[in-house]
C-alpha cells in the first residue's frame, strides 16, 4: 500500500541541525511530491516546504527560507528535510506528506512523524 | 498571508451532525481539503476539493464551500471521531495554508 516511513525522534543541542527522511513505498516517487509539515506542542499545523521528485525543484515557506533544505533520493525513494540553526522554537513533531504539486494539491498519505527536540 | 478561521471546538452528541467551519477571503474559489488528526497520530484525508471522499472514508463525512466559508460535516457521529479537523488551501505552489484546526467533542 502507499506508504511513508520516516525516521527516528532527535534531540539537537540550539544552534546544531537535524535531517528527518522520509521513506516511500507503494507508488511511483518520482511522479510526485513530498511536502514536509510540523506541529509544536499543542499547536496546529505550518507548512514548511515541498519537493518535486520529478525535477527537484523545491517551494519553501517564506519563514524559513535559508535555513530549510529538502532534497530526494529517487535511486532509493527518500525525502529528506534539513533544518539548520535550530531554537527551542524548532521543536516539533515534523511530518512528510505525499503531494501531488499541482494546482490546489492536497496531501496524502502521511507519515507517522518524527518528534524532533531542541534542548541545551 | 491568507488565513483560515476554524472555531477551537464543537461538542456534539453521539448519533448527532457536527458541523465545523473554515472561514476565509473568498474561500468559495478555491478547492479546501480536511483533515483529520487523532491524539498522537498523523493527520488523514477525509475531505478532498471541497467535498470528495477518498477511499476508505464513510459517506457520515461530507463538504460544502460558499463564498467566504468552508463547511465539513459529520452525520451520525460516533466516538470515534472525536478528533483535531483542520482545512487546508492552496494559496500558491510556495504557500499551503492551514486553517487553526477544531477540537470536535463527543
Known amino acids: 500500500q502507499v506508504q511513508l516511513v520516516q525516521s527516528g525522534d532527535d534531540m539537537k543541542k540550539p544552534g546544531a541541525s537535524v535531517k528527518v527522511s522520509c521513506k516511500a513505498s507503494g507508488f511511483t516517487f518520482s511522479t510526485y511530491g513530498i511536502s514536509w509539515v510540523r506541529q509544536g506542542p499543542g499547536q496546529g499545523l505550518e507548512w514548511m516546504g515541498g519537493?518535486?521528485?520529478?525535477?527537484?525543484?523545491?517551494y519553501y515557506a517564506q519563514r524559513l527560507q535559508g535555513r530549510v533544505t529538502m532534497t530526494t533520493d529517487t535511486s532509493t525513494g527518500t525525502a529528506y528535510m534539513e533544518l539548520r540553526s535550530l531554537t527551542s522554537d524548532d521543536t516539533a513533531v515534523y511530518y512528510c506528506?505525499?503531494?501531488?504539486?499541482?494546482?490546489?494539491?492536497?496531501?496524502?498519505?502521511w507519515g507517522q512523524g518524527t518528534q524532533v527536540t531542541v534542548s541545551s | 498571508s491568507y488565513v483560515l478561521t476554524q472555531p477551537p471546538s464543537v461538542s456534539v452528541a453521539p448519533g448527532q451532525t457536527a458541523t465545523i467551519t473554515c472561514g476565509g477571503d473568498n474561500i468559495g474559489s478555491k478547492s479546501v481539503h480536511w483533515y483529520q488528526q487523532k491524539p498522537g497520530q498523523a493527520p488523514v484525508l477525509v475531505i478532498y476539493?471541497?467535498?470528495d471522499r477518498p477511499s476508505g472514508i464513510p459517506d457520515r463525512f461530507s463538504g460544502s464551500n460558499s463564498v467566504n466559508t468552508a463547511t465539513l460535516t459529520i452525520s451520525r457521529v460516533e466516538a470515534g471521531d472525536e478528533a483535531d479537523y483542520y482545512c487546508q488551501v492552496w494559496e500558491s505552489i510556495s504557500d499551503r495554508v492551514f486553517g487553526t484546526g477544531t477540537k470536535v467533542i463527543v
Open positions: 519537493i518535486s521528485a520529478y525535477n527537484g525543484n523545491t
Open positions: 506528506a505525499r503531494d501531488a504539486g499541482t494546482f490546489d494539491a492536497w496531501f496524502d498519505p
Open positions: 476539493d471541497d467535498r
